[in-house]
């Protein structure tokens, strides 16, 4: 949850985007809008022949007005980048884990959920944009692909568990550079007490365990008031019990940051490692907050956390308990400690990059090639019916060019004063990270995403 994009790779569970202070619901962003007839034919024909079905891990699905998820897209289902031994992703999140030892370690959940489950039950606004067909995966209205980890967030705590850490894949609809992917991965961990004296003298005793900690570690925190008028307490919930489970999270977190990114960083009593708490609005947590650390000269925002709403704890039958959640996303952490340029390179099989990385260690990564890029544009005008969205043409250029399309760019827009007809232009930069393309490689693509716009997206090519 952030308040500025719709969806990033760097977004943390806490990070799809309340939109309540920066973002603007544009006329494309109708909820749950059909696709287009020819792209509903082209997507549910996945599976075998089937026109009606999609085929997921062998289970069929019907299609439906809604329907937009892809084969590209389909096809990242079985990876699972943070189960894989040596990569960065799964050592990653093995040290996060390490840090957590007594918590439960959950990996295995499928990516399908319903909506219901994706954003209803963490008390999302019903306009909400991030329920678009232009943001999220949808095999039908009725299930989509997850687009954060905390899809789950019920179930685990239906299930019982008090303190756990859930690590995913999450999709989300998305434009095209080196710092976004329409597949990612996300860590949630969450933990709570009784609401009643004995569950307050546990955290209580668990907050000075933590302050003792950091007094003795190399770390320097510039944080705000655990409650304040714009970060307030929940009505159902005692403040001194509230202010109390947001220190505990507030110190577990700093912990884990002094983790992460203490020893990397380097940090001593003349150059500590810096960690500061901002104030945040999230839909399922209040208090809430955004942690940043300062690494190699500059403020990184790192996750989102808050306590718990009620509402989330009520939905799952859980009775007098309060506690903390967070989110974050590896790729981003990862990125950072690994020095990855690029995000396509945690998708990649070539050795030059997996050869690199051990299980349980954080290596630089040594770039290994550079491959001139080769630029393409394509113009057209969309369908006066239906205009179309950026990350319909971005999902497109995917299943048909996959990752040696390092970013796209539009640059031109232009609606025609007497017709009213928009006009588009893109720039697509195909640029493997493995291997040289020929020009004549790269134009046999870009034909086949001319042809697919104009047949699937009913698009007037320029």
């Not at 006329?27 to 024909?45: H, M």
């Not at 997850?146 to 999709?171: I, N, P």
């Not at 009505?235 to 020893?263: I, W």
């Not at 718990?308 to 939905?315: E, I, K, N, P």
Request: contains cysteine; hydrophobic residues 35%; neutral net charge.
């Amino acid at each position: 949850m952030k308040f500025v994009r719709v969806s990033s790779v760097f977004e943390s569970p806490f990070h799809l985007p309340c939109m309540l202070q920066t973002a603007r619901i544009l006329p494309s962003r109708l909820f749950l809008t059909p696709c287009a007839p020819s792209t509903r034919r082209w997507i549910s024909g996945l599976s075998s022949g089937l026109s009606n079905h999609v085929e997921i891990s062998g289970v069929r699905y019907p299609t439906d007005a809604i329907t937009n998820v892809t084969p590209a897209i389909l096809g990242k289902l079985p990876l699972r980048l943070h189960t894989q031994p040596g990569h960065p992703l799964s050592t990653l999140r093995s040290l996060i884990e390490a840090h957590y030892p007594d918590y439960a370690h959950l990996s295995s959940l499928s990516p399908l959920v319903t909506p219901y489950k994706n954003f209803d039950e963490l008390s999302f606004p019903k306009d909400h944009p991030g329920r678009a067909v232009t943001d999220s995966y949808y095999v039908n209205k009725d299930m989509m692909l997850r687009t954060h980890t905390s899809a789950h967030e019920v179930e685990v705590f239906r299930a019982g568990e008090t303190k756990w850490l859930l690590t995913a894949d999450v999709y989300r609809r998305d434009e095209i550079d080196g710092s976004h992917y329409p597949v990612f991965h996300q860590m949630e961990g969450a933990r709570l007490f009784s609401a009643d004296a004995a569950g307050m003298r546990e955290c209580e005793e668990d907050n000075a365990r933590l302050r003792q900690q950091l007094a003795r570690s190399d770390i320097v925190i510039e944080d705000v008031p655990h409650i304040s008028p714009t970060n307030p307490v929940q009505p159902s919930h005692d403040p001194r019990h509230a202010e109390l489970v947001a220190k505990n999270l507030k110190l577990s977190l700093n912990t884990l940051m002094l983790k992460l990114f203490g020893g990397v960083a380097g940090s001593s009593s003349e150059n500590p490692l810096r960690v500061r708490w901002i104030e945040a609005y999230f839909p399922f947590t209040s208090p809430s907050f955004e942690v940043e650390v300062f690494f190699q000269g500059k403020w990184l925002e790192i996750l989102g956390t808050g306590v718990v709403r009620q509402a989330t704890l009520d939905t799952a039958g859980v009775a007098n308990k309060m506690g903390w959640a967070f989110g974050l996303g590896l790729e981003r952490i990862a990125m950072i400690l690994y020095s990855i340029p690029d995000i396509r390179l945690f998708w990649s099989t070539d050795p030059r990059f997996l050869s690199q990385f051990e299980e349980g260690k954080i290596t630089t990564f040594r770039p290994y090639s550079k491959y001139p890029s080769c630029f393409k544009d394509v113009s057209f005008w969309s369908p006066k019916d239906q205009p179309l969205h950026e990350n319909d043409f971005c999902d497109l250029v995917r299943d048909v060019a996959g990752d040696i399309v390092e970013d796209v760019e539009k640059i031109d827009n232009f609606v025609h004063p007497k017709t009213g007809r928009t006009s588009m232009c893109f720039r697509i930069n195909y640029r493997s990270m493995d291997r040289s393309l020929s020009n004549e490689e790269v134009n046999a693509i870009q034909a086949q995403v001319v042809s697919r716009l104009r047949d699937q997206l009913g698009v007037e090519i320029r």
